[in-house]
C-alpha cells in the first residue's frame, strides 16, 4: 500500500495568513494525488486533482504543486470561509489512500 | 451533476452485517467508466477507502477490510450497495457514498454521508 503522510496534522493562522500543507507518498506516484477540504458535518469537498488542477468554482487562492513523492498545498490569502480540515489522496494505485489531515485554524 | 444519497440503518450489533445503499439521482449509474465508492470516516478521524465498483460489478475493495466488503450495483433502480459483515465497534463510522471524475479515483460527488454505529 502507498502511504501518504501529511504534515502538519494542524495549523494555526490569521485571515490573510499564506498556508502551506505538504503530502509524502512512501513510493513515486507521479502527479496522482487529489487535495479534499472539510468542514465538520459535512462531506469533503474536490479541490485539487492530478496535484496541480483546481477543480471548478474552486477560488484561485488555493494551489497544489509536486509530482513523485512530495506535494503541497497552498491557500494564499487565507479566507474565514478556509478554516477546515484538509486532506491529501493518492489516486495512483489501489488500494486508494489517504492522509492523516491537517486541520487550519483561526489563530 | 447527480445527487447521491445514503440510506440504511444507523445502529448494527458487533458481529453482525452492515448494510447501506446509496441512490443515485440526476445521472444514470450506468455510464461506463465510472468506478462508484464507498468511503467512511470513524468519528474525529481521517477518511478511508472501502472500495469502489463500477455498473458490470467489476470491483476494487480494500484488503484491510480482509474479505469482509462485498458492493453491487442495481442499474434498474440507479443505486450501489454496501455490505460488510463481521462488524465490530471500529466499524462505527460515517458512511459516504461517492462518485469520482470519469475515467480517475479523485472524488467529485459525495453524499452527505450516514453515521453507522455497531453497539449491542
Known amino acids: 500500500d502507498i502511504q501518504m503522510t501529511q504534515s502538519p496534522s494542524s495549523v494555526s493562522a490569521y485571515v490573510g495568513d499564506t498556508v502551506t500543507i505538504t503530502c509524502r507518498a512512501s513510493?513515486?506516484?507521479?502527479?496522482?494525488v487529489a487535495w479534499y477540504q472539510q468542514k465538520p458535518g459535512e462531506a469533503p469537498k474536490l479541490l485539487v486533482y492530478?496535484?496541480?488542477t483546481l477543480q471548478s468554482d474552486v477560488p484561485s487562492r488555493f494551489s497544489g504543486s509536486g509530482s513523485g513523492t512530495d506535494f503541497t498545498l497552498t491557500i494564499s490569502s487565507l479566507q474565514s470561509e478556509d478554516f477546515a480540515t484538509y486532506y491529501c489522496?493518492?489516486?495512483?494505485?489501489?488500494?486508494?489512500?489517504f492522509g492523516g489531515g491537517t486541520k487550519v485554524e483561526l489563530k | 451533476q447527480p445527487h447521491l444519497q445514503e440510506s440504511g440503518p444507523g445502529l448494527v450489533k458487533p458481529s453482525e452485517t452492515l448494510s447501506l445503499t446509496c441512490t443515485v439521482s440526476?445521472?444514470?449509474?450506468?455510464?461506463?467508466?465510472?468506478?462508484w465508492g464507498w468511503i467512511r470516516q470513524p468519528p474525529g478521524k481521517g477518511l478511508e477507502w472501502i472500495g469502489s465498483?463500477?455498473?458490470?460489478?467489476?470491483?476494487y475493495y480494500s484488503p484491510s477490510l480482509k474479505g469482509r466488503v462485498t458492493i453491487s450495483v442495481d442499474t434498474s433502480k440507479n443505486q450501489f450497495s454496501l455490505r460488510l459483515s463481521s462488524v465490530t465497534a471500529a466499524d462505527t463510522a460515517v458512511y459516504y457514498c461517492?462518485?469520482?471524475?470519469?475515467?480517475?479515483?479523485?472524488?467529485?460527488?459525495w453524499g452527505p454521508g450516514t453515521l453507522v454505529t455497531v453497539s449491542s
Open positions: 461517492a462518485r469520482p471524475r470519469l475515467g480517475f479515483f479523485d472524488w467529485v460527488t
Open positions: 440526476g445521472g444514470s449509474i450506468s455510464n461506463s467508466g465510472y468506478y
Open positions: 465498483s463500477d455498473y458490470t460489478g467489476s470491483t
Open positions: 513510493q513515486g506516484i507521479s502527479r496522482w
Open positions: 492530478t496535484a496541480s
Open positions: 489522496q493518492q489516486t495512483s494505485s489501489f488500494p486508494l489512500t
